[in-house]
């Protein structure tokens, strides 16, 4: 065992002193690991409006495929294989499948955003407003291409 040295006369009334043995230079102290962060709060009216946007967006989806179909009734004036049928059938097809194709990616995203806990109605807006576009123009053209 090693013993303390003498005291040091010199020094000054009520300084601490030295601690012997002194500390082992290979000894390291690893700094605390980060605190994680905050966990981001989501506000209820954001929960609320997705959830109302995306279920709105469902029902405004399966009533526009139903009215995309009545869009073949324009085709009745048209003859078989000319370009006014191809119009009035992909003006149908666009007004069919377009919003769907844009909807559920959007409304898959949106869910994410959910469950993440981030904002995301405006994900969900985006997907109303952008497959109404989508079925907007699809009907567009199924009606500008038929021959009255």
């Known amino acids: 065992m090693t013993e303390r040295p003498p005291a040091d006369e010199t020094r000054p009334y009520g300084a601490t002193p030295v601690p012997w043995p002194p500390p ?17 709060t989501r506000s209820t009216a954001d929960l609320v409006a997705s959830i109302v946007l995306l279920v709105l967006g469902l029902l405004l989806g399966l009533v ?4 995309a179909f009545l869009l073949q009734v324009v085709q009745i004036g048209c ?3 000319g370009a006014c049928a191809e119009g009035v059938q992909d003006g149908v097809a666009i007004a069919l499948a377009g919003p769907w ?11 994410l955003l959910m469950a993440r806990q981030r904002t995301s109605w405006w994900v969900s807006l985006l997907a109303v407003l952008g ?3 989508v079925w907007l ?4 053209l199924a009606l500008d291409s038929a021959t009255w």
């Open 64 to 67: 526009a495929s139903a009215v």
């Open 24 to 40: 082992s230079p290979t000894v390291v102290e690893h700094a605390p690991y980060p605190p994680f962060p905050p966990t981001p």
């Open 101 to 111: 194709l844009v909807f559920l990616p959007l409304g898959a995203v949106a869910i």
């Open 79 to 81: 003859e078989a294989g």
């Open 137 to 140: 123009y699809g009907a567009w």
């Open 131 to 133: 497959a109404s576009a």
